[in-house]
């Protein structure tokens, strides 16, 4: 039998570096986090993505202290929501996180969403940048940020995230930002990967898994490590979380990657982070 190769990781431009493959749990009760995160673990996954609105980083961080993993091996991401964006409220809303959590520091702080609307971004940003300098987080980083916010940022304060974490899948490849992420050295991560489950049944998709001997599932997530990023796919069912990690066990033939590119539709499954927060 072949073994499943190790998950590989991504450099990111503070020194660190990001496994490629990692577990999501939106979406998922207390309970639900901590069982899932035992199965991704035993699975091999080290990278676990929450969020302060998912509202079960209580059940994360009991995960981390179950799952038999040093701390020092795991790497978690927790996110500020949009609510919280001014100075202080995101300085004190990551020490709220690290509490529910029950965790001296996360892997990685994300700003949820650039919420254009409120204005506040810019200011959150420099907030991370202190709550990184304070040892609280290890990286800092944002999600959903499109170029135009990116520039702002990078602009005001000569940091760049390390992370940008969008939505990206078959049907929304987000060629034009993985491509100013490239330039400016920060690492694309994938959020709704399997486009929330809805890209699992296009045909293209189901025949190539057919001839491959592999499912959907794995071509998708194979696809991303190919492309270089980092995906977060969700699943609660143990099954369903090892047969996303076995989507390193095989290849995409140049044909195979020149099909997934063509699905590109523009097709979201989530808001538009021009409009959304
Ligand atoms: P996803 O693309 O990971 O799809 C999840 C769905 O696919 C679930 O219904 C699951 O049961 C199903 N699924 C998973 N593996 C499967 C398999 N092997 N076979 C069949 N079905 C399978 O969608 P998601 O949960 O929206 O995104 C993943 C993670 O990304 C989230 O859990 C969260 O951590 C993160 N996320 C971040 C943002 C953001 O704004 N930053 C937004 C949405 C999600």
Redesign the pocket.
């Known amino acids: 039998m072949n073994a499943i190769p190790a998950i590989p990781v991504l450099k990111l431009n503070d020194g660190h570096s990001i496994p490629q493959l990692g ?6 009760s207390d309970g639900e986090a901590e069982t899932a995160i035992k199965a991704a673990t035993i699975a091999g996954y080290r990278l676990i ?3 302060a609105i ?1 509202g079960n980083e209580a059940g994360v961080g009991e995960g981390v202290r179950n799952s038999g993993v040093e701390r020092e091996e795991l790497f978690i ?1 927790t ?1 500020l929501w949009n609510d919280q964006q001014a100075r202080e409220s995101a300085r004190r809303a990551l020490r709220a996180s690290l509490e529910r959590l029950r965790l001296k520091s996360v892997d990685l702080y ?1 700003i ?2 650039p919420a254009p609307s409120r204005g506040l971004f810019l200011e959150a940003w420099k907030a991370l940048i202190e709550l990184k300098q304070e040892g609280l987080t290890r990286s800092i980083g944002v ?2 940020f499109n170029a135009d916010h990116l520039e702002r940022i990078i602009g005001e304060t000569g940091v760049t995230p390390a992370v940008n ?3 990206l ?1 078959p049907y929304l490849q987000q060629r034009s930002l993985r491509e100013l992420h490239a330039r400016l050295g920060i690492v694309t991560q ?8 809805q ?2 049944r296009n045909p293209t998709l189901t025949a190539m898994a057919k001839r491959l001997n592999r ?4 071509v998708i997530l194979r696809w991303h490590q190919h492309l270089g990023v980092s995906a ?6 143990a ?3 090892q ?2 990690r076995d989507c390193l066990g095989f290849t995409l033939g140049s044909d195979d990657l020149v099909a997934i590119e063509s699905l590109d539709r523009g097709g979201r ?2 808001p538009d982070p021009a409009t959304f927060g």
């Open positions: 577990l999501g749990v939106w979406q998922m993505d929450t969020a998912y991401t996110k994300l949820h969403w999600s959903n974490q969008i939505e899948h994938a959020w709704s990967p399997l486009g929330q489950g890209v699992l499912t959907s599932a794995q977060i796919p969700k699943s609660v069912r099954q369903r979380i047969e996303n499954v989530g």
